[in-house]
């Protein structure tokens, strides 16, 4: 059984608090991040979240495209109970209490999304074992979508970022203490094609898709 002061299941003491907290700090960025590619996904799609957080997405996702299945998945147990309360525990979709790990070997999916949470973890474990396990589960021609913090640019950028890692390591005991390099692992350490990029909040943040494109036969 994970521990209380797990990496991968330390926010459930923030989860009631935790969107009032990133709309203090970042307004609706965070919101308007996560959305701007959903037009991408084809209504009926069998869709994977990891760190889909309280629900806010899982919402959009389901009134917006319209999918078959939506496998959600949030190390904390906490951010799985509010999602399933704000969708009225939708038949669509599977909720699961746990990590990467909790993605089983049948699991086939159209698209996986990652919002805001390839920055919790190191770039090994996210080598390793985390992307990994996510492209595991799509198939070809499907998409990945993704928004996350990038490399500041400027100095209260950097302030910034600096703040939030020392915050969510301390409340949070998340492992990451850097930001990883989360495009460019996904251009390169996975067979994926990247499509398109959106800058936000003064280009800290990025919201991108990419695909799964088999290689051409012959």
């Given amino acids: 059984m994970t521990s209380p002061t797990s990496p991968d299941n330390g926010f459930d003491g ?16 965070l919101r308007k991040a996560q959305a701007h590619w959903l037009d991408q996904i084809p209504p009926g799609a069998d869709i994977l979240v990891l760190g889909g957080g309280s629900g806010w997405l899982l919402s959009r ?20 109970e509010l999602a399933r309360q704000k969708v009225n525990n939708d038949r669509r979709v ?6 990467e790990l909790a993605i089983q070997p049948n699991d086939r999916v159209d698209v996986v999304i990652t919002p805001f949470v390839l920055d919790l973890f190191t770039e090994e474990r996210l080598k390793t074992v985390v992307l990994p396990r996510l ?14 913090f990038l490399e500041p640019r400027v100095w209260w950028q950097r302030i910034l970022l600096w703040c939030e890692y020392r915050f969510f390591r301390t409340i949070s005991h998340i492992e990451a203490d850097r930001l990883p390099n989360w ?29 799964n494109r088999p290689p051409a036969s012959d």
């Fill in 14 to 29: 923030i989860a009631p608090f935790y969107d009032a907290l990133s709309r203090l700090v970042f307004g609706n960025t």
């Fill in 61 to 80: 996702l389901l009134a917006v495209c319209k999918p078959r299945q939506v496998i959600y998945i949030d190390a904390s147990a906490v951010m799985i």
């Fill in 94 to 99: 599977d909720f699961r209490a746990g990590t």
């Fill in 135 to 148: 492209f595991s589960s799509l198939r070809n021609n499907g998409l990945w979508l993704c928004c996350d």
């Fill in 183 to 211: 495009p460019q692992l996904l251009s390169t350490h996975l067979p994926l094609t990247f499509c398109q990029m959106k800058p936000f909040f003064g280009g800290m943040i990025g919201s991108g898709y990419w695909q």
